[in-house]
């Protein structure tokens, strides 16, 4: 199981009140799985990415990323954790406007300790499997919002991360864009990548294999909210 989460809680503090955001949230996923997460704004399906990934911690609850129980790490052991386990993409990109294609591929294996030169390499190839390798010395300004998103796929993937996760990967695109993301997506979970993406958009959540949803902290693995395509429910 890549994440099997129970009964996790999350609030935020907001001077003497408790602001509780995620409720009780029960969610597993099997390693290979493409789950795709829908939920009005303000839900919390940002919150709940965050403490999958790693980047936040839940206020209660457990959770295991990949068989390792996040809830009793340090912060040192979460980032780890994270490094090795999990790649991440977002709606803006995030990408450093001063360095080349090749250079954002290559960071997080600076993080890794990982050789110039072996970096450069990966990187490289990571390039490639993304169509980009023509657009190595470009900066993100030099390219468009469609091949932004690559080169951050190629980036978070550059890891060899056994979970992709998108936070609204492709809501900057235009949808001819948002179609080619969505075939490396599946392209990459074919290759046995699990990927858990949020998204407010049918047609995209439609791609996954599994549709939850989310509603005001409450996640339901039992719904599904498209029409046209049969869904698979736990
Ligand atoms: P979504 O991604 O579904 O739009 P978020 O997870 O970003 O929702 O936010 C869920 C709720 O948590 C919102 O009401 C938001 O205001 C609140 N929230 C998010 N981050 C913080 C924070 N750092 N401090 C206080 N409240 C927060
Ligand atoms: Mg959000």
Redesign the pocket.
């Known amino acids: 199981m890549i994440i099997d989460m129970q009964n996790i809680c999350k609030e ?1 503090i ?1 001077g003497k009140m408790k ?1 509780p ?1 995620l409720k009780d949230i029960c969610f597993q996923m099997e390693e290979g799985e493409y789950t795709a997460i829908m ?10 990415m965050n403490i999958i990934g790693c980047l936040d911690r839940a206020t209660s609850g457990k959770f295991l990323l990949d068989g390792h129980d996040v809830s009793m790490c340090s912060e040192n052991q979460m980032s780890d954790i994270r490094l090795e386990k999990v790649g991440f993409v977002f709606q803006t990109f995030q990408l450093l406007s001063g360095m080349s294609a090749l250079e954002n591929v290559a960071l997080p294996l600076t993080y890794a300790g990982i050789p110039k030169k072996e970096r450069l390499k990966r990187a490289g190839e990571l390039l490639e499997r993304v169509g980009l390798s023509d657009r190595a010395s470009f900066k993100p300004s030099q390219l468009s919002g469609g091949q932004k998103q690559r080169v951050a796929i190629a980036r978070a993937m550059v890891n060899h991360p056994k979970i992709l996760l998108a936070d609204e990967h492709t809501g900057a695109l235009d949808s001819h864009s948002g179609d080619q993301i969505m075939e490396l997506f599946e392209e990459l979970n074919s290759a046995g990548v699990s990927i858990l993406m ?1 998204t407010h958009d049918a047609n995209i959540a439609s791609r996954a294999s599994r549709i939850v949803e ?1 509603r005001d902290g409450i996640l339901n693995t039992k719904t599904a909210v498209l029409p046209e395509k049969e869904v698979i429910s736990t």
């Not at 704004?41 to 940002?46: A, E, M």
């Open positions: 935020y907001q602001i955001v939920g009005p704004s303000g839900s919390g399906k940002t919150t709940l949020i989310i």
